[in-house]
């Protein structure tokens, strides 16, 4: 199975600041159709997660463009830029190019 | 607006059955693939099973041979039988539309427990 391994675990970021999550794949998440199935969310204390970033870098509608996704093979990256008060939560990037889908083990972003 | 409400959530005792459902509405169901996920308590989020818009299944090998995802698509319904159940089953399952996981429910628990 393919292992998403996130970094922080944790993150203490001040209110207009800018926070950086690595997940990094055990094996390169390019489908065999070209594509690079690799999206990112966002869980709110006590809510649902919610999509953010679909296949790497496309913001999902309505989220803001303070949030952005990079990367490439198996080295992806979620920048938040100008923390907000509603942007603390767990994130977890998320594969769906290899069967089973796996999920990173998530990033807490707290703000000081 | 997309909606996602899963009910049939409850108190179970190891070895028994339930069945979820997720209950769709805000889109053409028939069209998309649909998910199920699952989160234990204080952990991160696992994925159990999809199901394709022509009803081909992929599951989770945690779960392969216990449970079963469905749709009905005529009911925009869709459904997860959780057979032979574990504790270690026990968490919030969450339905999700597609291959983005795009919307995603409330959830339901599932407590298995003697």
């Known amino acids: 199975d393919v292992v998403l391994t996130q970094t922080p675990v944790s993150l203490l970021i001040s209110l207009g600041g800018q926070a950086s999550i690595s997940c990094r794949s055990s094996?390169?998440?390019?489908?065999?159709?070209?594509?690079?199935?690799l999206h990112w969310y966002l869980q709110k204390p006590g809510q649902s997660p919610q999509l953010l970033i679909y296949?790497?870098?496309n913001r999902f509608s309505g989220i803001p463009d303070r949030f952005s996704g990079s990367g490439s093979g198996t080295d992806f990256t979620l920048k938040i830029s100008r923390v907000e008060p509603e942007d603390l939560g767990v994130y977890y990037c998320?594969?769906?190019?290899?069967?089973?889908?796996?999920f990173g083990s998530g990033t807490k972003l707290e703000i000081k | 607006a997309v909606q996602l409400v899963e009910s049939g959530g409850g108190l179970v005792q190891p070895g028994k059955s339930l069945k979820l459902s997720c209950s769709a509405s805000?889109?053409?169901?028939?069209?998309?693939?649909m998910h199920w996920i699952r989160q234990a308590p204080g952990k991160g989020l696992d994925w159990v099973a999809y199901?394709?818009?022509?009803?081909?299944?992929v599951y989770a090998d945690a779960v392969k041979e216990r449970f079963t995802i469905s749709r009905d698509n005529a009911k925009n319904t869709l459904y997860l039988q959780l057979n032979s159940l574990k504790s270690e089953d026990t968490a919030i399952y969450y339905c999700?539309?597609?291959?983005?996981?795009?919307?995603w429910g409330q959830g339901v628990m599932v407590t298995v427990s003697s």
């Open positions: 999700a539309r597609t291959s983005s996981f795009d919307y």
């Open positions: 805000g889109f053409t169901f028939s069209s998309y693939g």
């Open positions: 199901i394709s818009s022509s009803s081909g299944t």
């Open positions: 094996q390169s998440l390019v489908h065999s159709n070209g594509n690079t199935y």
């Open positions: 296949q790497v870098s």
């Open positions: 998320l594969q769906r190019t290899h069967n089973p889908f796996t």
